[in-house]
């Protein structure tokens, strides 16, 4: 499995908007509903916001996962934001997040929603991946960044 065999181009966010850790996790539901649009986006802020008490998705670095599972979808979906300037998460290291990964996954599936998570996290804790998501603009050299890194897993 590739990261991008479950990220579209258009469930990207550039430049996230939100200020708040709920503003956030609003607009990258928004970004996945772009190739599901039949999610319900208040079960998943819930599915969410519960996954969040039991800790903060905010893994260091800069980068958070957050994920979650629902009923009504048949296999991963994954969306990716990106805030130059950083918001609160509660990361574990306590610095703002800037790289962001929500993930959905189906309520029966466990072991490809671990091997998921895996695999973003590997790529987001390669320092220069980091740097070069900074640099970049728009949503299609995103989309060229992770492609080509996603070739080396």
Excluded at 1 to 29: C, F, H, Y
Excluded at 107 to 118: K, N, P, S, T, V
Excluded at 134 to 145: L, N, P, Q, Y
């Amino acid at each position: 499995m590739k990261i991008l065999d479950i990220l579209a181009v258009n469930s990207i966010v550039p430049e996230l908007k939100g200020r708040t850790k709920k503003q956030v996790l609003e607009e990258l539901i928004d970004a996945v509903k772009q190739n599901k649009p039949h999610i319900d986006s208040d079960r998943l802020m819930k599915v969410l916001l519960e996954r969040e008490r039991l800790g903060s998705t905010g893994i260091g670095d800069g980068i958070a996962i957050p994920h979650g599972k629902l009923k009504d979808i048949d296999d991963l979906v994954l969306s990716f934001g990106r805030s130059t300037e950083g918001i609160d998460f509660e990361s574990m290291d306590g610095k703002p997040v800037h790289l962001f990964f929500l993930l959905v996954a189906p309520e029966a599936c466990a072991g490809i929603h671990l091997r998921a998570l895996a695999k973003i996290a590997r790529l987001l804790k390669n320092g220069t991946v980091r740097k070069r998501l900074a640099k970049v603009d728009s949503r299609e050299d995103i989309f060229s960044i992770i492609q080509q890194e996603d070739e080396d897993f």
